[in-house]
C-alpha cells in the first residue's frame, strides 16, 4: 500500500512543507535543489492527493497559491491583479487533454463547439515582472512573489535598456491613463557564461543557471550592481488597463510591439491542438540553438471572451497551459579531468562526471573546452558543478556550483599532463596558444581523431568512432586512403557484421569519393582549413595541383584567409606526408577538382545568402551546395548586405531580422527558380 493511501493526510501534510521549503528555495533565495520537473512531480502528487480528499485542501496549500512570499530588504508591494501561475503539459496527450478540459467547460457555460485560436510562446526561464505604467511613463516595476504581493525592484527595472521609460507613441496618440506590461526579465547564455567566470576569478560564489543570474541581479539594492550586469526583457502580457481597449492575445502582443516593448519574433497563432503540438515539438529541437534559456512554450486561447469565460481554477488560468520541457542545466559531482588529443596533437581536457540526469538524457562526460577555459571557470575535482545539455550541443562543464568557490579548503585545481595520455610524448606549449600539444605526428589518438573526422566529413554512413578503432587496433587502416581499400568479403568476417552490413559499408565508402573537392580539402586534415575555407580554397585554385604549386601570397587571396593562415597551410601542403596522402587519394578516385564556376562567376555571383528554418526536400547543406555552386555566398546572420533570406518551417528570429531590413524572403521554390532563372527574373517579377 501507497504511503499516499495509508495515510493521505500525513502525505499531504509532508508534500506541502516539501514543496513550501523548495519554492522558497526557488523564488526567494534563488538557490534550487532540485529540478522543475521534480518539483512537478511533488505538485502533481499533492493535487491527486486533494482531488481525492477535498477535505484536506487548505487556503495555504502550494496547489492554491503562486511561489512563496517575498522576502528580502525590497519594498512589498501589493499588484493591481493577481499574477497566477500556469498548468503544466508534458506531450501531446497532455494538450489534448487541456483542450477537452476547455470545451466541456464551455460546453457547461452554453458555449458548444467553440473555435479556439491558440497563441504559442516560448517560455522564457527568467524572472516574471510587472511594469505599471500611468500617463504613458513607468511609473513601478515589480517581481510576482506570491502572485499578490512583490517586490518592488524599479529602480533595477530602469537599469535594462530595452525596457522604456516612457510609451512609443504615435503622432498625437494619447497614452491610456494606466497599463501594465507584464513579462519575464533574462539573462543570455553567453552573458551568463562571460558573467560566472568573472565571478569565479574574483572568487565569488557562481550561479546555477541563468534564471538565478537574473534573478539575484534584478533584486539587487544597489542599480548600479544591477547596470553592470546585461539583463534583457520579453513583454508577452498586458495586465490591467484603464483607457485601452483590447480584443484579444495578439491584438496585446501587436500593441506591446507598437509601443516600445520587445516581443519575441517567433510567437505565433494557430488554429488545432495538432498545430500546438507540432510547434512545441519545433521549438523542442531547436531550444539548443538559442541564446537565451527556455523551459517550454506558452501557449494560451488568443480571445479575450473567451479567458473570460474559463475562467480561473486554484492558481491556474483555465485558457493558458505551460509545455514544460526537461531542464537542461544539472549539478553533479566532477569526478576526474581527463585528456584527449586532438586530430592537430591539441590536449582537450573533458569532465568525468557522477552520472546526472539533464534534458532526458543521463550524462557522465562533458567537454571543458580547453585548458585556458578550464582555468578561467576554476573546475576542480572533487567538487560540485553546473552542467549544461542543450538540444543536441555536447554537454559542456559550465562552472563549479553555486558557493564552492567560497570553501576554504578546495581540491587542488587539474594540471595539463606533462605526457601525451596516448603516446606518452612529452608535451609541449607552443607561444600563444590555448593548448598544450602532443607533438607525435604519429600518436594513435591524434590518427583516430583524424579518421574520424574524415568519416563524418566525407559521410560515410556506417564508419562510426568505435568501428575505427577496431580497424585501426586489427592494422587495418593507418591512413583515410586506407579506408578505400577494404573489402567486403574482409570486413563480413568481423564480429557484428554479415555480408549485407559489410556491402552496405563499401557503397557508402564508394559513394563518399563523389564529394566535391572542397569536401575532401577539409576531410584529410589540414590545420585551419575547415568546411568554408576548404570551399574557398576550392573556388580559388580549380585543382589541387594549382593549390600545391601557390606560394603563401597566393594562398593568402582566397577569401577569409589571411597571412598567417596562409602560411600554416602552405608548409602543411609542402609536407611529404600531406602529398602522399593526396596523391594516394587521388589515384583511388577521389574529387581533387573544382566544378562551380571560378570566383566572380555564375548565376548568384555576387549575392549573399542566409539560411533558416526547415526547407520541404533540401538539406541545410544541398540549399548550401547548390548556392554556392551558383557563385553565391551563404553566410549565418542576416544584415543589410544580405541578398537574400532562404526560409522554411520554423524560420525564427532571423525572418524577423530580415523582414524589418527589407531583405527579400524567398521559400525553396523561390529559391529553386532563383537558381533556373538567376537574379534578374526575380527582380522583375
Known amino acids: 500500500m501507497s504511503e499516499a493511501a495509508a495515510d493521505p493526510a500525513a502525505r499531504a501534510a509532508q508534500l506541502r512543507a516539501e514543496l513550501n521549503h523548495h ?3 526557488y523564488y526567494e533565495l534563488d538557490d534550487p535543489e532540485i529540478a522543475d520537473d521534480a518539483y512537478d512531480a511533488l505538485l502533481d502528487e499533492l493535487r491527486g492527493i486533494e482531488a481525492e480528499h477535498p477535505e484536506l485542501v ?3 496549500s502550494p496547489t492554491c497559491r503562486v511561489g512563496a512570499a517575498p522576502v528580502s530588504d525590497l519594498v512589498k508591494v501589493a499588484h493591481l491583479q493577481r499574477m497566477l501561475s500556469l498548468a503544466n503539459a508534458h506531450n501531446g496527450e497532455d494538450l489534448r487533454a487541456w483542450v477537452t478540459r476547455m470545451r466541456n467547460h464551455l460546453a457547461r457555460e452554453g458555449i458548444a463547439d467553440p473555435s479556439f485560436r491558440f497563441v504559442a510562446e516560448p517560455k522564457i526561464d527568467g524572472l516574471a515582472m510587472s511594469l505599471i505604467y500611468r500617463d504613458g511613463v513607468l511609473e513601478r516595476g515589480a517581481t510576482r512573489g506570491d502572485g499578490e504581493i512583490g517586490e518592488d525592484v524599479t529602480h533595477n527595472v530602469r537599469t535594462i535598456a530595452v525596457i522604456p521609460p516612457r510609451l512609443v507613441l504615435a503622432p498625437g ?12 526579465v533574462y539573462m543570455s547564455l553567453s552573458d551568463f557564461t562571460a558573467l560566472n ?5 574574483a572568487g565569488l560564489s557562481t550561479f546555477m543557471n541563468p534564471r538565478n543570474s537574473a534573478a539575484g541581479t534584478i533584486r539587487q539594492l544597489d542599480p548600479r550592481l544591477t547596470a553592470q550586469r546585461p539583463l534583457s526583457f520579453w513583454a508577452y502580457q498586458v495586465g490591467v488597463t484603464d483607457g485601452l481597449e483590447l480584443h484579444s492575445h495578439t491584438d496585446a502582443l501587436a500593441w506591446l510591439a507598437a509601443h516600445g516593448f520587445p516581443v519575441n519574433p517567433d510567437i505565433t497563432t494557430l488554429d488545432s491542438a495538432e498545430a500546438v503540438i507540432a510547434q512545441c515539438e519545433a521549438w523542442a529541437a531547436r531550444r539548443g540553438a538559442l541564446d537565451f534559456e527556455i523551459d517550454g512554450v506558452v501557449i494560451k486561447v488568443d480571445d479575450y471572451e473567451l479567458q473570460r469565460r474559463l475562467g480561473v481554477v486554484g492558481r491556474d488560468p483555465r485558457w493558458a497551459i505551460a509545455w514544460k520541457f526537461p531542464p537542461t542545466t544539472a549539478k553533479t559531482r566532477l569526478l576526474a579531468v581527463r585528456w584527449n588529443p586532438g586530430k592537430f596533437g591539441d590536449l582537450h581536457p573533458y569532465a568525468e562526471l557522477e552520472p546526472v540526469r539533464v534534458a532526458g538524457v543521463t550524462i557522465k562526460l562533458a567537454t571543458l573546452h580547453n585548458e585556458e577555459d578550464l582555468a578561467r571557470k576554476d573546475i576542480r575535482p572533487g567538487e560540485d558543478v553546473i552542467v549544461l545539455r542543450a538540444g543536441d ?14 570553501a576554504a579548503d578546495r581540491p587542488p585545481r587539474p594540471q595539463v599532463p606533462a605526457r601525451c595520455p596516448v603516446c606518452e610524448t612529452p608535451t609541449v606549449k607552443p607561444e600563444g596558444s590555448v593548448f598544450t600539444r602532443c607533438p607525435n605526428r604519429d600518436c594513435a589518438g591524434r590518427r583516430w581523431q583524424l579518421l574520424t573526422t574524415f568519416a563524418g566529413v566525407m559521410d560515410i554512413v556506417g564508419l562510426g568512432e568505435k568501428l575505427v578503432s577496431r580497424l585501426m587496433e586489427l592494422g587495418w587502416v593507418r591512413s583515410a586512403a586506407d579506408f578505400y581499400r577494404l573489402d567486403a568479403a574482409r570486413l563480413a568476417q568481423l564480429d557484428g557484421f554479415g555480408a549485407r552490413s559489410a556491402e552496405k559499408l563499401m557503397t557508402a ?13 577539409f576531410a584529410i586534415g589540414i590545420e585551419e582549413v575547415g568546411a568554408v575555407t576548404g570551399e574557398n580554397l576550392a573556388r580559388q585554385f580549380r585543382s589541387i595541383d594549382a593549390l600545391l604549386a601557390a606560394g603563401e601570397e597566393e594562398i593568402s587571396q582566397t577569401p577569409g584567409v589571411g597571412p598567417k593562415m596562409a602560411a600554416a597551410i602552405c608548409a602543411q601542403l609542402a609536407d ?11 589515384e583511388l578516385g577521389l574529387r581533387f577538382v573544382e566544378d562551380g564556376p571560378p570566383p566572380g562567376e555564375g548565376a548568384l555571383s555576387g549575392l549573399t545568402f542566409v539560411l533558416t528554418g526547415t526547407l520541404p526536400e533540401l538539406t541545410r547543406e544541398e540549399a548550401t551546395a547548390l548556392i554556392q555552386n551558383a557563385g553565391g555566398k551563404v553566410t549565418g546572420s542576416v544584415s543589410k548586405k544580405t541578398s537574400y533570406l532562404i526560409a522554411g518551417e520554423a524560420a525564427g528570429s532571423k525572418l524577423a531580422k530580415a523582414e524589418s531590413l527589407g531583405v527579400p524572403v524567398l521559400d525553396e521554390a523561390g529559391l529553386v527558380e532563383l537558381l533556373a532563372t538567376g537574379p534578374a527574373a526575380d527582380k522583375e517579377s
Do not use: C, N, Y
Open 23 to 25: 519554492a522558497r528555495r
Open 58 to 60: 487548505s487556503e495555504d
Open 173 to 184: 496618440e494619447t497614452p491610456p491613463a494606466l497599463v501594465e506590461v507584464r513579462g519575464e
Open 197 to 201: 567566470e568573472r565571478r569565479a576569478e
Open 393 to 406: 550541443v555536447i554537454p559542456q562543464v559550465l562552472s563549479p556550483a553555486p558557493h564552492v568557490v567560497e
Open 509 to 521: 565508402i564508394e559513394a563518399s569519393k563523389a564529394q566535391p573537392f572542397g569536401r575532401v580539402l
Open 576 to 586: 611529404p606526408k600531406m602529398v602522399a596522402l593526396i596523391e594516394d587519394l587521388r
